[in-house]
């Protein structure tokens, strides 16, 4: 089953888009649920995604890609 | 698809953290002590977490007064504590000079060997931010020139993760430089390179060994710091033109791993040395005259790619004018070249 990976709603206050700063896992490799994936920054201050649920991740923003709440980042593959 | 286990990356920001909270678990000597180290995590983020698992005992906010909280250091330090002190920006070592190099560096001499000063001074470095003349300079040359302290520049998150924990480890004063285009912080305009796989458990990078980042028979490029991405790509680029370049990562710079450096000329005959600190009077001169007092034999005259003698300029296309690059690089080998 694919589970996307976006960015939380209420990860940062307000509206404002983000970077994506670090991809800390490599595409294709097995990520567990809960394993911080990315950095997204936003106005100087940085925030961590993690994985929602385990499996294959395909990256599909990559590193200096602008990001918006609810904006779909990467997938998971169980 | 081919699937592999995840293997971690780690920025430099969070290896240094993990580094220093896997020291603090296991000595509770350990302790740190800067601006906005605390809650915050530090504003290029090498203390993030540790203020939520150790508490402001051990993870201390200081007032902007780096003479008091950097002599504090000391103080401990020379009585039995291990003080991680930051030291915000490098370019303000002006005002606390007097803690880091009368006290902190020559503490244990004055004393006879009697008192060890077991502490690590973490300092950031390096401009392309446009954050001018006073945020934005390395310096590594002022510090490695004065005797009395260890100095390391990690260029990617595994070394610094090592040499963080060596430095805490160390009954001598460490200072610890870190790049902030390394860092992993967005702002700073991030080095991908410098975010690699990082073990988990604790481990220590020796200080005073060189790295040999990748490997070539036609020329040495010498660098530290984000200088030896400079080279990587340099290197890439040199390779479509059928020249192979050897990357020497010092890593170190007290003790600097003269050997290494040697070895590689050796091989090669060729020499470049890259540094974003000064031109004059700096690490580019110290490497270049290690190897031609040892061994004067070489194919080309070594040349150097450093920053200019001029304050730091604020406006984005005089300061990117003034840094070193892979372009400048390559054309310093070209020149070499056609100077045979």
Request: net charge negative.
């Amino acid at each position: 089953m694919m589970t996307a990976i976006t960015v939380p709603e209420d990860l940062w206050e307000g509206d404002g888009e983000g970077v994506i700063t670090a991809w800390l896992v490599d595409d294709g490799s097995e990520v567990a649920q809960g394993d911080l994936v990315a950095e997204v920054m936003v106005e100087k201050a940085q925030y961590e995604i993690e994985a929602p649920v385990s499996g294959v991740l395909t990256i599909a923003k990559q590193e200096d890609q602008v990001v918006a709440k609810g904006t779909p980042i990467a997938s998971l593959e169980a | 698809m081919t699937t592999t286990t995840a293997t971690r990356k780690l920025t430099i920001a969070r290896a240094m953290a993990e580094a220093t909270a896997q020291a603090m678990r296991e000595d509770p000597a350990v302790f740190v002590m800067g601006e906005d180290v605390g809650p915050l995590g530090g504003v290029f983020g090498n203390t993030r977490g540790l203020h939520d698992e150790f508490g402001g005992e051990r993870v201390r906010n200081t007032p902007i007064s780096e003479t008091a909280f950097i002599g504090a250091a000391v103080g401990a330090a020379s009585d039995g504590m291990r003080p991680i002190v930051e030291l915000m920006f490098v370019d303000f070592f002006g005002v606390c000079m007097d803690a880091i190099y009368n006290l902190m560096a020559k503490n244990t001499y004055f004393s006879g060997g009697r008192v060890r000063v077991p502490m690590v001074l973490m300092t950031s470095t390096g401009g392309g931010y446009s954050d001018a003349g006073q945020h934005s300079q390395c310096l590594y040359a002022t510090f490695a020139h004065l005797p009395g302290m260890k100095v390391v520049v990690p260029s990617n998150a595994h070394d610094a993760k090592g040499l963080m924990t060596a430095a805490i480890r160390d009954d001598n004063p460490v200072v610890f430089m870190y790049h902030k285009a390394l860092q992993g912080m967005g702002w700073l305009g991030t080095e991908k390179g410098a975010t690699v796989p990082v073990s988990e458990e604790a481990y220590s990078v020796e200080i005073g060994k060189a790295a040999v980042a990748r490997e070539g028979r036609d020329l040495t490029l010498v660098s530290l710091g984000a200088g030896v991405h400079h080279c990587l790509r340099a290197a890439k680029a040199l390779e479509a033109e059928g020249f192979d370049a050897e990357v020497v990562d010092l890593r170190s710079l007290v003790p600097l791993d003269r050997e290494t450096v040697r070895a590689s000329v050796a091989k090669t005959g060729r020499l470049i040395v890259v540094d974003e600190d000064y031109h004059s009077f700096g690490v580019s001169g110290e490497i270049i005259a290690s190897v031609v007092e040892h061994d004067h034999r070489l194919k080309a005259a070594p040349a150097r790619v450093a920053y200019p003698d001029i304050p730091i300029p604020f406006a984005p296309t005089m300061e990117q004018w003034a840094l070193p690059n892979a372009d400048k690089i390559v054309a310093a080998f070209h020149q070499m070249l056609r100077n045979d």
